[in-house]
């Protein structure tokens, strides 16, 4: 197996025989990702074929920065992000757990762990990770010729991917998990499937039960217009804000305007042109979802500021996310995306485009997500219901938002308590704040993280408010 990674300093060639390669990464000039050290593991394409196909994953390896205490897996989210979501706040956790190797892998599919499609997915093809032009063609036809390879990349195979790191690496002491949205599914079918010896677990805007199915992906658009609206809500009830306490009503009453045909020439000005999903995006932002009332306001009231205001949000919203995706690994890859969150993560199997449309009509904000589960041209798959192999589970603590568009916060307490079942739970509630924790609400994360991984039983359930994601209009 030959294993290269073009635009990097990490090259490992191994024997087909070997599991594991690895070398030091310098990654210039990504100054924060000096001293890691890559990995490339050798892994069964389907652990229910051990010896069939194999596939290679990408894993990143910083050292602990004291006397070593053991290992924290960082589990990014998706399905579709590669493990450099962390990356650009790797400084962040590596002073959290100080004491604690950090493994950051990339799931299989993703950044240079072995893709759905190839070449059309890796760095040496035409568009790089990303699929461009005619690849778009072939990385289909290779779906539809080979749908077996296409459904090994599933959350059963994944989650024994994260086991075989641990057993690989030879990973010993501590091991804790730490999961970010579809990364908090995948810890937890770690700890209930493998045998890995873990520690405790970590979860970051934890994702529903799979029976909680008003709240599968399919039903985005009605998560992110109740969020919306809890936005507007609190609007209204302050005075400094510039809707009023009639929030609500402007922005129903614009759409409707916008839905009958009346000329909006800033709308050029919004992605696709559409409002609803427009306002649902800067839901994810902080700095960004504060401006939402002042541009409802200009744009109901024709105010030309509205030009100037649309652009200095969209601004705001980039700036946030440009150093996470400043890295080649960035690029999210849309056929694991699209087939994981189809088959593993979508209830509404039926659902089509008009539907889709005739259901936006009737909310405020929404997301795009339910427009392309509803196109979803990949050969879906049935997940396996897999039993249990533990009857408890390692001690777990959730962080969640109580504005999180994308993983709803009473969908992630029913879940706790269904977990509560199987061992200790505690959960740090954080007011106001949207999705990822780890992005926005750092200062609430730092104190108990530091504490759970030197004494899981040391955490209390509270409340906690971040200081950057405070509601102060603008």
Known sequence: ??????????????????????????????????????????????????????????????????????????????????????????????????????????????????????????????????????????????????????????????????????????????????????????????????????????????????????????????????????????????????????????????????DSGESFPILEGVPNGDLRQFLGMLLDVPAARVQIPSIIAAMASNDEAVVDKVQNVTQTYEAFLDPILSFEQSVGSIPLTSLMSGSEFNARKDLTTEQVASEAASLLFTSPLPTYLAANQFPLYAPKAIEPSRTSLPPILVFHGTMDPKTSYEGAMRRIEELRAFTEVEVITLIDAPHAAYLTSKDCLSAPLRNFTKDTTSIVSRECVAEDVRLLWQ
């Open 1 to 258: 197996m030959v294993f290269v990674l073009v635009g990097s300093s990490c090259v490992s060639a191994t024997s087909s025989s070997d599991q594991i390669s690895k070398v030091d990464c310098n990654d210039a000039p990504n100054e924060m990702l000096a001293g890691s050290v890559c990995h490339s593991i050798t892994v069964p394409l389907d652990y229910a074929e051990k010896d069939g196909a194999q596939i290679s994953l990408f894993v990143r390896e910083f050292p602990a920065l004291e006397s070593k205490r053991g290992t924290v897996l960082l589990l990014a989210g998706g399905p579709g992000e590669s493990g450099a979501s962390f990356y650009a706040d790797v400084e962040f956790f590596r002073d959290t757990f100080s004491s604690y190797d950090i493994i950051i892998p990339d799931h299989r599919g993703t950044g240079y762990s072995t893709k759905l499609c190839e070449p059309e997915e890796t760095a040496k093809s035409e568009g790089g990770l990303s699929l461009v032009g005619d690849e778009w063609g072939s990385c289909f036809g290779q779906f539809y010729s080979d749908t077996a390879r296409a459904h090994a990349f599933n959350l059963n195979n994944a989650a024994q991917d994260v086991a075989s790191i641990i057993d690989t690496l030879q990973l010993r002491d501590d091991i804790f998990i730490y999961g970010v949205s579809y990364g908090t599914s995948l810890s937890l079918a770690v700890a209930e499937q493998t045998d890995a010896k873990l520690t405790g677990i970590i979860l970051d805007s934890l994702t529903p039960l799979p029976s909680d199915t008003y709240q599968s992906l399919g039903y985005r658009s009605q998560l992110t217009d109740r969020v919306g609206r809890q936005l507007l809500n609190r609007c209204a009830s302050d005075p400094s804000c510039p809707l009023g306490q009639n929030a609500t009503d402007i922005l129903r009453d614009l759409l409707v305007r916008i």
